[in-house]
Structures are given as C-alpha cells and as structure tokens.
Nanobody, 122 residues
Framework: SQPVESGGGLVQPGGFLRPPCAALGFTLDHHVVAWFRQAPGKEREGVLCSSSDGTTYYSDSVKGRFTISRNNAKNTVYLQMNSLKQEDTGVYYC?????????????????WGQGTQVTVSS
C-alpha cells in the first residue's frame, strides 16, 4: 500500500501546478491524506491535510494559495498550487493514514509516497 505522486515540474513564479496523489493498494476516502514538502537543506514540513470527513487544515505559508481535493472515484487526491513562489520549491510528498485526525505531524502518517519535485524559478 502506497501513495504515488506525479505532476511536479518547473514553473515560473506566479504559476500553478496540480500534482495528483493516487492510492495503490488502499482506498483513499477512508484515510486522512496530507501533503508535505522538503526544500533543499531543510526539514520536511507539513503543507496541508484532508480527513475523510472533509476537515482540512492548511499551513500559514500556503493558506489562500493551495487547496486539496479528492476524487474518490479515481482514488486520487489533488494538490492545487496557485500563485507559486520561489520558496515553494522542494520535493512534495503525499502521505496517508487510518487516523481520522487532520494534522501535519510527520509521525502521524504511516503511508508515504516517493515524492515529486516542484521547482519555481524564472
């Protein structure tokens, strides 16, 4: 069981990306799902999360710019990233867990994807 991210890439400041996270071997609508990111030389940090009951939580750094949405028919979650900034550059990871709690702690998630690179640069 593993989330699989894709859809990263190079984008100019002010641009947008919408990387998907597909669940392999488990059903996403029964899990809490979160996106984390890790910039070069920095620790991995939580970006946002979505629980199965619809609760969402956003870090202050992305509030108003990023959103998360679910397509249960496709067993996929999407990270909509708008108004991208250079400081959004990093590897983005999708994580999932059985717990109902929408939190951004690294230890709160058992399933992790391999990550997808997002680079914001002119």
């Amino acid at each position: 069981s593993q989330p699989v991210e894709s859809g990263g890439g190079l984008v100019q400041p002010g641009g947008f990306l919408r990387p998907p996270c597909a669940a392999l071997g488990f059903t996403l609508d029964h899990h809490v799902v979160a996106w984390f990111r890790q910039a070069p030389g920095k620790e991995r940090e939580g970006v946002l999360c979505s629980s199965s009951d619809g609760t969402t939580y956003y870090s202050d750094s992305v509030k108003g710019r990023f959103t998360i949405s679910r397509n249960n028919a496709k067993n996929t979650v999407y990270l909509q990233m708008n108004s991208l900034k250079q400081e959004d550059t990093g590897v983005y990871y999708c994580a999932a867990d059985w717990s109902p709690a929408c939190v951004l702690g690294l230890d709160s998630y058992d399933y992790w994807g391999q990550g997808t690179q997002v680079t914001v640069s002119s």
